[in-house]
């Protein structure tokens, strides 16, 4: 079975993928002629994944607090600070290397095209160094030096969003094709979070929001006034929340696996969809609340604990994926698009819930 | 880290592990000499997983009733029906490649011993055939001919337990090392099952229980009653089952992906440990309920959701399997023992759980 994601196309059986330079340029029956053949088998094609949320650079390893947690302790947005000490401290070399191996982690999970964040730095020179390391592996690089408050500023909030309104944004926004905030309890109101994201939109970047993870907050509403791309974590919507998202253009990214290692409640995707909401999943993968490339890993938790169904979860890690990233060259198999696609080691894409926690990405191709 | 799960070593750092003929001599500290060298370069390393639950031998997919129940559908133990078509129609070779592939499967994931039981044959001649490809795969087979009662015994129950404590145990027996029932409403009840067990423990076989599965039952109650090895699934547990499994030599054995594929609730795992009840984890590897080999996915629910601690559900998943097995000779790696270990592409096991979905197995070594 291939899964192209193309409105016409979408499943089609005994398929062939015709493949030009890194470009689909055709889908026909099986038995097309080519130069270089890849037989699948019988197996499951689907489009790669798209990974529109991820904290790829940083150094340090926090499982002593995710353990804790387990334990439970309760997840609060102060954990970033110690990710902060340990990146500041590494050297570009180190961050390289790191990034490197969870970049080819990601691969081997199905991820051919991911974006990637800053946001352990929160001083000028390293979330500049941190923009740069990302621009390496992606062009969807986004500054979030809104992560939260670094410990030198705590009390001063609003200086610190000055300087990334500022400095820091200046040093950014030429190695960035986005701007992020967390807009939480904890990180960032809705005034200091509309101010980094209007200084983003002046410096020409797209706008994302990290939002209502932890609690009901303004950050659905912010993302839907400004026209951010997408709103992530959306572990909390209000009904006001799910009715502002289906009249926008903004995607509401779940980020299930979150959700899984800070022991939350799971959002009710299945409430968003119905009421229209356009919608994507991404693993998040980061130290402190979701150190995890498995793709499938969220799509079977977003189809147990989400109510989504398995199809509408692949669509949302790949198809959803590219739209919360605005683009339209990936998350599709249609003639034109990237020629990024997974093999299953499967029959069908339901297997990636059906057999949880099994390896079943048998091959990536990208491009 | 090597963590041995014996009592004085538990965890050690910077150990290495002597093994000779395929059986640990000793537990030294790094640098000791040998005529052939892993090093596991500071990763961590574990005794191998022991899986005392799984039904590996059968032939067919029940892809599509996982998606209805997913979509709503309640979970019932009809569905064994279905799989008993399909492996009564199978060749012993078709069974064996099947079962090898899956066997393989379960290696890449760390599991170095594992139980496989019958029961979707059904009748005397694919029962035999079950254990006899069963027995080509480990010494624990279990004989469960009372899993579900076949379609051509609908309505006579009774006459189906006769076939299976007469000619049926009669066939298995020789080649079985346990015998197991489903003692469940929609399956067998107190009495047909303790008409089992007493027939199989005349026949020499060691007690395993399926109960508690799909809501309260007698199934805790009868396995200890009766000395069973393990009663498994587990999944409603009344204060009296916990008193009486507390003291007992009955291993309550969790199966918390089955929980996951049927969208149960997860048993509270604390309030069983806390009551000193012996605890295991196993994957219940089938294709109805539990289509997965990944102990590792099964430890991370474990800690999430049943409030075990990283430790606890790795020793449930390695020396508690061993115990409801009850066997000296794997699950830890005190000397005597067989030497089956797994190396972790991560330093600490906490990472099975803090990494969810990424298959952190670098190295299975058995014996």
Redesign the interface.
């Known amino acids: 079975m291939l899964v192209t994601n193309d409105d016409e196309l979408g499943e089609v059986r005994d398929a062939a993928l015709v493949i030009e330079d890194g470009v689909v340029v055709a889908v026909e029956r099986a038995g097309a002629q080519g130069d270089e053949r890849i037989d699948a088998g019988g197996r499951c094609v689907i489009p790669g994944f798209v990974d529109s949320h991820t904290h790829l650079v940083f150094a340090g ?1 926090r ?2 607090e ?2 804790a947690r ?2 439970g302790a309760p997840y609060g947005a102060g954990g970033i600070r110690v990710t902060t000490e340990a990146t500041r401290a590494a050297s570009d070399d180190e961050l390289m290397r790191l990034t490197r191996a969870r970049r080819e ?1 990601a691969r081997r ?1 199905g991820i051919t095209h991911l974006e990637i964040k800053s946001g352990y730095g929160l001083d000028v020179e390293t979330e500049r160094r941190l923009c740069e390391v990302a621009g390496q592996f992606t062009d969807d690089v986004t500054f979030l030096g809104a992560h939260v408050v670094p410990a030198e500023y705590e009390g001063c909030a609003d200086d610190y969003v000055e300087l990334v309104c500022g400095e820091m944004l200046a040093a950014c926004a030429p190695r960035s094709r986005w701007i992020d905030v967390f807009c939480e309890e904890g990180a960032f109101d809705a005034d200091q979070s509309a101010a980094v994201l209007h200084a983003g939109a002046i410096a020409g970047l797209g706008l994302r929001v990290h939002g209502n993870q932890l609690g009901d907050g303004p950050g659905v509403q912010l993302a839907v006034e400004m026209g951010a791309a997408s709103v992530d974590h959306c572990t909390y919507l209000s009904d006001a929340d799910i009715e502002a998202l289906a009249g926008s253009d903004t995607v509401a990214t779940f980020l299930p ?1 979150t959700d ?2 800070t ?1 939350q409640p799971y959002p009710d995707a299945r409430r968003a969809i119905d009421a229209g909401v356009e919608v994507a999943i991404a693993t998040n993968c980061n130290p402190g609340s979701s ?4 793709m ?3 799509i ?1 938790l977003a ?2 604990d989400m109510r989504m ?2 199809q509408e979860a692949l669509r949302a890690a790949t198809l959803g994926g590219a739209r919360a990233l605005r683009r339209d060259d990936v998350g599709h198999l249609a003639p034109g698009a990237r020629a990024d696609a997974v093999i299953l080691d499967a ?2 894409y ?2 990636l ?7 079943l990405v048998a091959q990536t191709i990208t491009g």
């Open positions: 390893d499982s002593e995710f353990a387990m334990a982690e999970a696996a899984f290692s022991r150190y995890t490339t498995s499938a890993f969220c079977a189809v147990r169904t398995a029959p069908s339901t297997h819930v059906y057999r949880p926690g099994v390896p």
